[in-house]
T-cell receptor, first 115, second 111 residues
Framework: AQSVAQPEDQVNVAEGNPLTVKCTYS??????LFWYVQYPNRGLQFLLK??????LVKGSYGFEAEFNKSQTSFHLKKPSALVSDSALYFC?????????????FGTGTLLAVQP | NAGVTQTPKFQVLKTGQSMTLQCAQD?????MSWYRQDPGMGLRLIHY???????DQGEVPNGYNVSRSTTEDFPLRLLSAAPSQTSVYFC??????????FGSGTRLTVV
């Protein structure tokens, strides 16, 4: 079955330090991978996606993610965290089984950036 | 260009009541879907549509109905609300399989 795992419920990082939010996936065929961010009481905002091409994907707000096929991972990274990056982050993979076009989401990782 | 618009933003229902959550998009996207978000469970697909007149069930369809009479609108109906349907509901649209735009959500409480 296709799935996404975010192994950390919460990640704590000091402002100015690099951050990584982990994501691994299991999907048949070529993966379409996404990262979304959700600020408190807000909807999901698109950060970046990987469909094909360069394994390092750059997205909004200085975030980037590295696609690693051998490790089936798509970790989200940022070189220098900001307090304003504190939010809930979701990794998602498009379901390649059939025509549903649905996204399969991880359970989310809460990023807390301390000043 | 408003994107995906959901109404209402907040709603409190009594058990057994029915209501419709509205979703509209102005991007001419063929694909639309409804998700619910519950703590510790991520987002789960309720129903989806691949075009006007075509709908199908997702992972958790029980207790919900949808219709897609136009490309723009994809309302979600709760037939008889139950406390288990307390959740945050998100509508999303996509022109193809490579990009999804989400609405700002409807926070529903069933008492």
């Amino acid at each position: 079955a296709q799935s996404v795992a975010q192994p950390e419920d919460q990640v704590n990082v000091a402002e100015g330090n690099p951050l990584t939010v982990k994501c691994t996936y299991s999907v048949s065929g070529n993966p379409y991978l996404f990262w979304y961010v959700q600020y408190p009481n807000r909807g999901l905002q698109f950060l970046l996606k990987y469909i094909t091409g360069d394994n390092l994907v750059k997205g909004s707000y200085g975030f980037e993610a590295e696609f690693n096929k051998s490790q089936t991972s798509f970790h989200l990274k940022k070189p220098s965290a900001l307090v304003s990056d504190s939010a809930l982050y979701f990794c998602a993979v498009r379901d390649n089984g059939g025509a549903t076009n649905k996204l399969i989401f991880g359970t989310g990782t809460l990023l807390a950036v301390q000043p | 260009n408003a994107g995906v618009t959901q109404t209402p933003k907040f709603q409190v229902l009594k058990t057994g009541q029915s209501m419709t959550l509205q979703c509209a998009q102005d991007m001419n996207h063929e694909y639309m879907s409804w998700y619910r978000q519950d703590p510790g469970m991520g987002l789960r697909l309720i129903h989806y549509s691949v075009g006007a007149g075509i709908t199908d069930q997702g992972e958790v369809p029980n207790g919900y109905n949808v219709s897609r009479s136009t490309t723009e609108d994809f309302p979600l109906r709760l037939l008889s609300a139950a406390p288990s349907q307390t959740s945050v509901y998100f509508c999303a649209s996509s022109p193809d399989r490579s990009g999804y735009t989400f609405g700002s959500g409807t926070r529903l409480t069933v008492v």
